[in-house]
């Protein structure tokens, strides 16, 4: 199977593997699992943040930010498609009960004079703005880059009203590889983060918010109550490790398999790429076939390829380490075949 459902699916390397099996470990609850002291710390210089905390998923890590930042019946602001308010199965609401107000951005950029009009004045009926997130690289714009301008000009706007800034960067990485800067040239422009090691990277499991020491410590009691208070976690630390340290240079090579793949399907009748394809996502609109995106990636499973639906008529490829360019070829060539039979 050519897996190219998403970059969670990758699998840990054979160093990884090694360095889980070897992992020095301790009770981190009780602070003293020496891998994850070392991966927080390693973390925290990274992002240039003060410290950092470990924590199972992108979505713990989320909610963790959003219940640390906000108080029940605040109010966030965050992008329209983002995935805290998409894919979290109403985590915001259900564990910090802050309600959500949209904003609707363009590839994932909110406009940060929406972001002003949007935060809330003093007055007894309304809300307080409690948290603004931003989300970069935009999953659902098809990985599409946030510029680091534009969280600049949101960050001031913030900054001008006394409200953080928390920044789901479950894919930041692929975002300084793709505008071929420093993460640090993003996340100074925010008061936290959160960034995923088991995507792109290729951890097994775990992802890092960072933020100031006393962000941190308020987010790490959080994380226990959650249930996410760990011990011996230098066994997952370890691979975490490798990922952050080691990983990062090689995203470029997933972003250049997606362009190859989105270029190679441009000429097709029937579907259409319709994301810029910044880093490892491709948008397929297929609403030019005699199916729907349901059949369109049961099709493609028959001739042994997998992708996810994205909408109706939508469909989302992604590319990652367990992927290389023969199977991208092949990937093209069972496109080829679908579309054939099914244009309209
Ligand atoms: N995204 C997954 C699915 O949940 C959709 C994927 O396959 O892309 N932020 C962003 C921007 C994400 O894309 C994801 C995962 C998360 C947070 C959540 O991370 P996990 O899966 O570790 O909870």
């Known amino acids: 199977m050519i897996d190219l459902r998403s970059d ?24 003293e699992d020496p891998t994850v002291n070392l991966l927080e710390e390693k973390a925290a210089e990274i992002l240039g943040k003060e410290a950092a905390l470990f924590v199972t998923s992108g979505t713990q890590g989320n909610q963790i930010a959003v219940l640390t930042h906000c108080r029940p019946g605040n109010e966030i602001l965050l992008e329209a498609e983002s995935h805290i308010f998409y894919y979290e199965s109403g985590a915001v609401a259900a564990l910090a009960g802050v309600q959500t107000r949209t904003i609707q951005g363009v590839n994932g950029v909110m406009n940060p004079l929406h972001i002003e009009a949007a935060i809330r004045g003093e007055d007894q009926h309304f809300p307080e ?7 970069n690289t935009h999953n659902r714009a098809g990985g599409a880059v ?13 900054q001008r009203y006394s409200v953080p800034v928390h920044v789901d960067g479950a ?15 993003f996340t100074q422009h925010c008061d936290t983060v959160q960034i995923c090691l088991s995507k792109g990277l290729g951890a097994p499991v775990g992802s890092i918010i960072a933020g100031s020491e006393e962000f941190i410590n308020k987010a790490r009691k959080w994380r226990k109550r959650l249930g996410g208070g760990l011990r011996q976690v230098g066994i997952i630390a370890a691979p975490a490790l490798i990922a952050l340290t080691k990983m990062r240079e090689r ?11 989105a270029e190679s399907l441009i000429n097709y009748g029937g579907l259409e790429v319709v994301n810029s394809v910044d880093t490892n996502i491709v948008v397929l609109d297929i609403s030019g076939l005699k199916m729907n995106a ?21 469909v989302r490829l992604t590319t990652h380490y367990d992927v290389n360019r023969k199977d ?17």
């Open 294 to 314: 349901t059949e369109f990636v049961e099709a493609l499973k028959v001739e042994g390829v997998l992708g996810v639906t994205f909408g109706p008529t939508l």
């Open 146 to 158: 946030v510029p680091s301008s534009n969280m600049k000009e949101i960050y001031e706007v913030a």
């Open 328 to 344: 991208i070829e092949k990937a093209v060539s069972v496109i080829g075949g679908i579309v054939k039979g099914k244009r309209h």
């Open 171 to 185: 894919r930041l990485f692929n975002a300084a590889a793709s505008a071929d800067c420093s993460i640090k040239d």
């Open 8 to 31: 969670t699916i990758t699998k840990p390397t054979e160093e990884m593997r090694k360095a889980a099996y070897e992992a020095q470990v301790g009770d981190d609850v009780y602070g």
């Open 251 to 261: 995203l470029v090579e997933d972003h250049v398999n997606a362009r190859f793949l």
């Open 129 to 135: 703005t409690g948290l603004i997130c931003i989300e």
